[in-house]
């Protein structure tokens, strides 16, 4: 079985390369981020020509998640209980298209498209802590409820845990940018400390290996990239991972979006 994340970057800019995609990499199920669509507009006949069952939720042409699976999706779910909204809104079925969660051949697999703090200082920056925050108090009780369940917390988190994980710590100190404060780092690691596992760093260590290289500046060809984006794993359902791949070919290439798919192999 094979479980993958993408943040596609516009589902409908990104429809051809998505499908073929598909029949290349064979993934059983795909956590998806940024669809920036709404439900009347997302293609819902994609995936199911191409055998995959899927569930979408976007309000508008921000944010937006999705997945998709032929192996099952049972019991899909919105947002996570008091998930944290950004302004005001009119209610908590409005809170951004950021998290949805469904059950898929008997893994409970999270798609999360992580807030963006912005800036330091930004009111951007407090909101995204507390959204990762509430997220880990829940996962913290899904273990406790049952510790050996399948869960698969798939996603762009708008973090890099490590220094490795940027192509130039030291710029991204001075510059005081985003994704590398010890305060971001910290929330991540609550996941680790509550049992969670990055499943795919240990197929892919070391410094240089990322999943998200910007548009701007010739990023990809002179691999100034991040790695943002991750699998963590349940301590079950990490026990069954068997293989891990940075699909970092599709990265490359006309209409590509900025973030390569990273794929989890299960026994």
């Known amino acids: 079985m094979k479980i993958a994340t993408w943040n596609v970057n516009s589902i409908r800019a990104r429809a051809d390369r998505l499908e073929q995609w598909l029949l290349r990499s064979d993934v059983d199920v795909v956590a ?32 937006g998640v999705a997945i998709a699976s032929r192996v099952g999706l049972d019991d899909v779910e ?29 893994v409970r697999v999270w798609s999360l498209y992580v807030p963006n703090g912005r800036a330091i200082g930004d009111p951007h920056m407090p909101y995204k802590l507390q959204w990762l925050d509430v997220l880990k108090n829940h996962a913290i009780a899904w273990l406790q409820e049952d510790p050996e369940a399948q869960i698969a917390l798939c996603g762009d988190w708008n973090i890099a845990p490590r220094d490795e994980d940027v192509w130039d710590i030291d710029l991204f100190r001075r510059e005081g940018y985003t994704h590398v404060t010890d305060e971001e780092r910290a929330a991540f690691h609550a996941f680790e400390e509550a049992g969670f596992i990055d499943v795919v760093r240990p197929y892919h260590p070391g410094p240089g290996t990322y999943t998200y290289w910007d548009y701007t500046q010739l990023r990809f060809p002179k691999k100034q990239g991040m790695r943002i984006d991750f699998v963590l794993a349940s301590p079950a359902l ?4 068997s293989g891990a791949l940075i699909d970092r070919e599709e990265r490359k290439g006309k209409g590509a979006s900025d973030h390569a798919p990273v794929i989890v192999e299960l026994d």
């Open 238 to 241: 990490a026990n069954r991972v």
């Open 32 to 63: 998806i981020q940024e669809t920036k669509a709404s439900d009347e507009n997302f293609p819902w006949d994609l995936f199911e020509k191409n055998g995959y069952e899927v569930a979408h939720f976007g309000l508008n042409q921000w944010n």
């Open 78 to 106: 919105r947002t996570f209980v008091d998930q944290p909204h950004f302004g005001k809104i009119e209610d908590e079925i409005h809170a951004e298209a950021r998290a949805m969660a469904a059950t898929c051949g008997g």
